[in-house]
């Protein structure tokens, strides 16, 4: 038993000492409404964003808070069932992996990651990566290069 009392405060040490305490996010925005959602379930988005790295970096990330995260995709849903690719195109998106630890006040163990998804449409030649953080709000738009849906 005190083994692996050891081990889990060991693990709990070495996770809470990976975490910066301050966060490299540079767009997260409190003030930022809740986004409304269709029939469609997408997510009425109006803007396209001019910033490039707006989803494509990990500092910039695309900011979907969710009230919890009992169903912690339903927002990543909501936002691609909003975008198309830049012609129209039907897009297809997969969750590839997690990243870049931050603090936030919004998770219960004060520590958050940020959701890593590679995106596709018909045409393309590589695959777009996004960011994706369902901790923190911000504006939401379509990164550069998407189209959106018109409902």
Not at 32 to 37: C, E, F, G, K, T
Request: net charge positive; glycine share 6%.
């Amino acid at each position: 038993m005190k083994t692996h009392f050891a081990i889990l405060i060991s693990f709990s040490f070495l996770c809470i000492s990976c975490i910066s305490t301050k966060s490299t996010l540079k767009n997260v925005d409190d003030s930022a409404p809740y986004l409304i959602v269709n029939e469609q379930n997408a997510f009425i988005i109006k803007e396209r964003a001019t910033d490039e790295k707006y989803g494509y970096d990990k500092d910039y990330p695309i900011n979907l808070f969710h009230l919890n995260t009992a169903n912690d995709s339903i927002n990543q849903k909501r936002f691609f069932n909003a975008l198309t690719g830049p012609n129209g195109e039907q897009i297809f998106y997969e969750k590839v992996g997690i990243c870049c630890p931050f603090p936030s006040k919004k998770s219960a163990s004060g520590a958050a990651l940020l959701d890593i998804y590679e995106v596709k449409w018909q045409g393309q030649k590589t695959p777009v990566t996004l960011y994706l953080n369902i901790y923190e709000k911000g504006f939401i738009q379509a990164p550069k290069g998407f189209g959106l849906k018109i409902f």
